[in-house]
């Protein structure tokens, strides 16, 4: 609550800035082609290190191998240490997890660390004493990882990433989020729809949480993608920290100074879901277009009912790295990242039954 | 009638026997309570739980319950003098992240360096203990809203440093503290046994000691009979703040990072584990072994469940089911000790 | 007296003929802690008698009531009713034996009714349901009884405690029991109430009802009582006719001592260099203030209370800060910022309210003496635990305080005793001027004698005195100087010659 508190102050002080750029922008007219192209290249910039960019870009390279196999006839044993269990994605995580854990034949010990680096850690160590076969993380940070890992490592245990990894690490294998991938694909629907438009769109950016890797993975990728094709200008970007009722806040601002905006892209569902409040709040439903990621249940409705234009699903990894230990268990090389995009979801594929991610 | 007079006046031989047992009923008991409930915990589980019985396991949970302890050596000052400290885990971020700031940009980290880090954090946790002592003590907000205040502002001032990201820290001397090993005892928790002897020596060996129960017991009266006791308040709060900058230093050492967005909640972590360990949350009464087998009531608790894969909503509400009958427990044993009136 | 009428009704148990036993108290003993509140009692109350209990405070009278009414059970010892054993363990089966207590602390449910209350578990219904109208008139017949005039569907919240007293009392009566115990029934009532009382527990009696009485008031005790039944220190001393006793045999009996406190010969300081002189002294609650205290000398502050007596001391002692006027300790400028600078400068305080200012109850006795002495205990930061508990103990045999080890927590004791803690604590400090107010409220008769010689004791080894009381008495004969205070000012500054009760009561109301 506190940080919510404190990335509120920020948000405020973003705003006061974003406002006032906003305001110099519009009396100059909209951006010279310089500028868009300086844009990019800063988007490049900061997505060059970005894990999730990088491991896209590497998904299926490399050959790793555990270093013991799993003698004939033995139950695998699992340790998932998850950074919490406090939302529905999370949960699915470990039930998918679970599931394909059950189909073949291990067994998966679930560990929360309720939220808090500190407690994950804690839960990790701890779980170091019952010797497993394997440790599968979905860390709630990665910083501080290493000498842990380092343990794992002289106790010959191999360790997998799910959703969220490391760059630079010893990992067999890391199925990672894709996020990079999910604006990309998100920004090429978003060009084709509006390829007859003779003006440039002007589009508003929800972004996550500042600084957060993901939330500049999919934003950075989403406003490339449209500030490569031309045909967008992009008026206002503002975080939104993931959460429907900030997101709302920073909708409200964007609308009040940029009122004729006409797309707006949500970092993730509840950031588009949020926006949308604040569009219906202002009178103007109908009149912008909504776009989001995840493909969360709640969005479903919205898109049906034609007030959000698309999302793209955003999947649980789990399932896939269990698969991969068992592999690498049996002494089969595993690639070192995987990146699976999800698919995009827009009226009609939901009329041909597509399914909520979460 | 005389020989009521004489055992009045001479109660040499009854001193010594009821010392002895007021002793035992109304201070030690609650250890007893408590150390009993350990013991049993223990044995319940070195028979149901997997691997809980080794070595390792048990080094495992002393050293992940060292930081919430030493944090929980400031906390039981504070309670005692009737206060509370809600920012302790803002300032175990902010102070971890300080002493993370300091050595994130070398590329060798010296045991000098270390030193200045430590240094740093505990300066840090100081200061945040000394802005909650002058706001309580000297504008006399109550502690729960000044402690709330600070909680908020320091978080603040951590993210804002750091841009909310956490600060990575080379691996080296530094996570030595945090992860590395004298003998077979892990750093953290000889850390620990030496903050635990400061806060003995402090509350138990020291005028200040006498001091701060008074106050905790009846402030207006330890005032008249000559304590400084806005003095005391800062006291108390800085080296709470002192206990949990060391906090922060470890809790940053074993992640290798400053986690400016991490410890939310720390603080009720720590208070559990001073109320378990039965100080009372109005002052004045209270001991630190007892918050020493708090902490490790709780941490045992919890590592035992983690062993028998209990799912981590069951371990929260467990946990919270031992705070309430360790409570309530305490509560009866009082009444027993003392049913005067 | 419409009483005979009431209580004509079914008494709870049999009835006796008067004179009979009709319970009986063998070897009872109940401790707390380490003390020993009831030493091995035995008594028996008769049918329709007053039988008095007398103690000082801490003495084991109202323990030994609650032990007989089920809300005490003993550690040892019998109970007879009608000579055979019985065994209460709580109120309810008491009541159910004819056995109802008036508590001291009232335990009335404020938010009931009047007549709730008095009714409360014998409350008349029909099918059932509590029938509202015939309540209210049996608890107004019972209310007329005891002379509280008040609306039965008042809200209990709204009485006065005198008046609680009353209506707890028609409970008991209501409750029809044949053993009626009265812990302290006079103590909140006004002159009248109390007489009113008096007469109420004659007719009980001459209804062949069972009256146990606690009381402190010795007068109430000779007046009603039948029997007396004489404490101390838990053991019990005598059981007399109440018409072989008078006055000071009582006060012998209840205290082991003839004497209590004769009045000292006040003797003149001035010419003396004075100890503390105190000029036109302003502050808050304080208007002007002049003031004198010589070596040795014991200095009374009468005055009613809001008369800026505690203000005064207050200042004094450092606690409170002056806003105008000069104070001079031994001849150099006193200007305390906090006690512990007025304890250095060798002033303290005894305080008015001990339980909120000058004690911390739940710690023990060693705790509180120990506090404001804790410079000298020890050296530099660190504390000598064994000089503590020499202290203590030298100071718990210095002032007779009668505890089981100075380990014992302060709130086991009695309040003369704990008033003897709080003034351990301040002498501890070795104060060359002793700041008492209040001293003696709210404790028993020995115990005030007690203290008054232990002041007077410390007076002739020349620490100076100033002592706030309210009872003027207790100044006329303790004092060497009187000043009397009203309105915040000092009016009045008199040696204590020939001066009377009515020419102190002049000057401390405005006259």
Redesign the interface.
């Known amino acids: 609550m506190k940080r919510k508190q404190a990335m509120r102050i920020t948000a405020v002080t973003a705003l006061a800035a974003a406002c006032l750029s906003a305001c110099a922008d519009d009396s100059g007219g909209s951006a010279s082609a310089e500028d868009v192209d300086a844009r990019i290249a800063e988007i490049n910039k900061s997505l060059e290190d970005n894990l999730y960019v990088k491991a896209a870009a590497e998904s299926g390279e490399g050959e790793n191998t555990c270093p013991k196999t799993l003698p004939e006839g033995e139950t695998a044993e699992i340790v998932f240490s998850i950074e919490g269990l406090s939302h529905p994605f999370l949960v699915g995580q470990v039930d998918k997890a679970k599931a394909k854990a059950e189909e073949q034949g291990a067994t998966l010990t679930v560990i929360s660390g309720d939220d808090d680096v500190n407690k994950q850690l804690n839960g990790v160590e701890t779980a170091l004493g019952s010797n497993p076969d394997a440790l599968m993380m979905m860390p709630a940070n990665t910083e501080g990882l290493g000498p842990i890992l380092q343990q794992y490592e002289d106790a010959q245990i191999p360790y997998f990433f799910t959703q969220k990894g490391l760059l630079e690490s010893n990992a067999t294998n890391q199925v990672l989020a894709p996020y990079g991938e999910e604006g990309k694909i998100l920004g090429e629907y978003v060009v084709e729809h509006y390829a007859d438009s003779e003006e440039p769109v002007k589009v508003a950016l929800i972004s996550g949480i500042t600084g957060d890797v993901s939330s500049v993975a999919r934003t950075g990728s989403f406003e490339r993608e449209l500030l490569e094709s031309g045909n967008f200008e992009i008026v206002a970007e503002e975080p939104g920290e993931y959460r429907r009722e900030e997101s709302q806040t920073a909708m409200d601002s964007i609308l009040a100074a940029h009122p004729d905006v006409e797309l707006v892209f949500g970092a993730n569902d509840e950031g588009a879901l949020g926006a949308l409040q604040a569009i219906k709040a202002a009178g103007k439903g109908g009149e912008i277009d909504v776009v989001g990621i995840d493909g969360q249940s709640d969005i479903f409705p919205a898109i049906e009912s034609g007030d959000v234009l698309a999302t793209v699903k955003h999947m649980q990894t789990a399932p896939y790295v269990v698969e991969n230990i068992m592999k690498c268990l049996s002494g089969e090389a595993v690639p070192a990242f995987q990146v699976f995009p999800g698919d995009l979801v827009d009226a009609a594929a939901i009329e041909e039954g597509a399914e909520p991610a979460f | 009638?005389t020989m009521?007079?004489k055992s009045?006046?001479s109660?040499a031989s009854?001193?010594r026997r009821?010392?002895g047992?007021?002793?035992l009923?109304?201070m030690n008991l609650h250890d007893f309570g408590l150390l009993g409930a350990l013991l049993l915990l223990v044995c319940v589980y070195a028979i149901i739980a997997?691997?809980f019985l080794?070595e390792?396991?048990l080094l495992?949970?002393l050293?992940?319950v060292s930081?919430v302890a030493i944090a929980a050596v400031g906390m039981t000052t504070v309670i005692l003098i009737a206060g509370i400290d809600l920012s302790v885990g803002?300032t175990v971020a902010f102070s971890g992240t300080l002493a993370a700031l300091f050595l994130t940009e070398r590329t060798e980290i010296g045991v000098i360096a270390v030193l200045i880090a430590v240094t740093i954090a505990v300066l840090a946790g100081a200061g945040v203990g000394l802005l909650n002592g002058l706001i309580i003590g000297l504008l006399g907000v109550p502690a729960f809203i000044a402690t709330l205040a600070t909680?908020?502002g320091v978080?603040?001032f951590a993210?804002?440093l750091t841009?909310?990201?956490?600060?990575?820290v080379p691996?080296g001397d530094y996570?030595w503290l945090?992860?590395g090993h004298i003998g077979p005892l892990p750093v953290p928790v000889l850390i620990m046994a030496l903050v635990f002897f400061i806060g003995y020596v402090l509350l138990?060996?020291?005028?200040?000691?006498?001091?701060i129960?008074?106050v905790g017991?009846?402030e207006?009266?330890?005032?008249?009979?000559?304590?400084?006791v806005t003095r005391l308040i800062l006291f108390v709060y800085i080296f709470a703040g002192a206990c949990t900058g060391l906090a922060g230093c470890l809790?940053s050492a074993?992640?290798?990072?400053g986690?400016p967005?991490?410890?939310?909640?720390?603080e009720l972590d720590v208070i559990a584990a001073v109320v378990v360990g039965g100080t009372s949350l109005m002052g004045?009464?209270g001991r630190l072994s007892g918050t020493f087998f708090g902490a490790l009531l709780i941490g045992v608790l919890?590592?035992g469940l983690?062993?028998m894969?209990v799912?981590?909503?069951w371990k929260?509400i467990l946990t919270g089911i031992v705070i309430v009958v360790a409570i309530v427990v305490d509560g009866i044993i009082r009444r027993r000790?003392?049913?005067?009136? | 007296m419409s009483l005979d009428a009431l209580l004509e009704g079914d008494i709870a148990g049999p009835m006796a003929s008067p004179g009979t036993v009709i319970l009986r108290g063998e070897g009872l003993s109940k401790a707390f802690g380490g003390n020993q509140a009831v030493d091995q009692v035995s008594f028996d109350l008769r049918a329709g008698e007053v039988h008095a209990f007398v103690g000082e405070n801490g003495a084991g009278k109202s323990t030994l009531a609650k032990l007989i009414a089920g809300v005490l059970n003993s550690d040892e010892g019998t109970l007879e009713v009608d000579g055979s054993p019985v065994h209460f363990p709580g109120p309810h089966d008491a009541q159910a034996a004819g056995i109802a207590m008036v508590h001291q602390e009232l335990s009335v449910v404020s938010s009931l009714s009047v007549a709730e209350n008095v009714l409360f578990g014998v409350e008349p219904s029909r099918w059932g349901w509590m029938h509202r109208q015939k309540m209210s008139a049996t608890a107004r017949k019972y209310l007329d009884v005891v002379g509280l005039h008040v609306p039965p569907n008042l809200s209990t919240a709204r009485l006065s405690t005198a008046q609680r007293q009353l209506l707890e009392i028609a409970h008991v009566l209501a409750l029809n029991a044949r053993i009626i115990i009265l812990d302290e029934p006079t103590s909140s009532l006004a002159t009248s109430d109390a007489h009113h009382l008096r007469e109420l527990i004659g007719a009980l009696r001459e209804a062949g009802r069972t009256v146990v009485l606690v009381s402190h008031d010795f007068d109430e005790v000779l007046d009603v009582a039948d029997r007396v039944t004489c404490l101390r220190d838990g053991q019990w001393v005598c059981t007399e006719p109440a018409e072989t006793l008078d006055h000071d045999k009582l006060i012998r009996l209840v205290t082991g001592r003839d004497v209590l406190v004769a009045p000292r010969e006040a003797r003149v300081h001035t010419g003396e260099a004075p100890v503390l002189e105190v000029r036109e002294l302003t502050g808050p609650g304080l208007v002007h203030a002049d003031l004198v205290l010589h070596p040795g000398e014991i200095l009374g502050i009468g005055g009613l209370v809001g008369s800026g007596r505690t203000e005064l001391m207050r200042i004094l002692a450092g606690d409170v800060r002056p806003t105008a006027g000069s104070m001079m300790l031994f001849g150099e400028s006193f200007a305390p910022s906090a006690p512990s600078a007025a304890l250095k400068r060798g002033v303290s305080l005894v305080p008015e309210s001990r339980k909120e200012q000058g004690l911390i109850l739940h710690a023990t006795v060693l705790q509180n003496i120990e506090l404001a002495a804790l410079d000298s205990l020890g050296s530099g930061p660190f504390f000598r635990a064994g000089a503590a508990r020499m202290l203590a103990a030298e100071y718990v045999e210095k002032l007779r305080i009668k505890v089981s080890s100075v380990h014992a927590p302060v709130n086991s004791l009695s309040g003369g005793n704990q008033q003897k803690v709080v003034l351990a604590k301040v002498l501890a400090t070795q104060p060359r001027v002793l700041l008492l107010d209040e001293p003696t409220k709210g404790i028993d008769v020995g115990a005030k004698a007690e203290i008054l010689t232990l002041m007077r004791g410390l007076a002739a080894q020349g620490i100076s005195v100033v002592m706030v009381s309210s009872v003027l008495q207790e100044l006329l004969d303790s004092c060497d100087r009187i000043v009397v205070m009203r309105g915040g000012r000092t009016v009045g500054d008199l040696e204590n010659v020939d001066i009377s009760e009515e020419d102190l009561a002049r000057l401390a109301f405005a006259g």
């Open positions: 009638m009521t007079e009045e006046l109660p009854s001193t009821t010392r047992a007021a002793r009923s109304s997997p691997n080794t390792f396991n495992n949970v050293r992940q930081i803002s909680l908020t978080r603040g993210l804002l841009e909310a990201k956490p600060v990575s691996v996570s945090g992860t138990s060996r020291m005028k200040i000691g006498r001091r129960y008074a017991g009846n207006s009266a330890a005032r008249l009979s000559g304590v400084r809790a074993r992640l290798s990072s986690q967005a991490g410890f939310i909640g720390f004045g009464r919890g590592n983690t062993l894969d799912q981590t909503y929260q000790g003392s049913q005067a009136s």
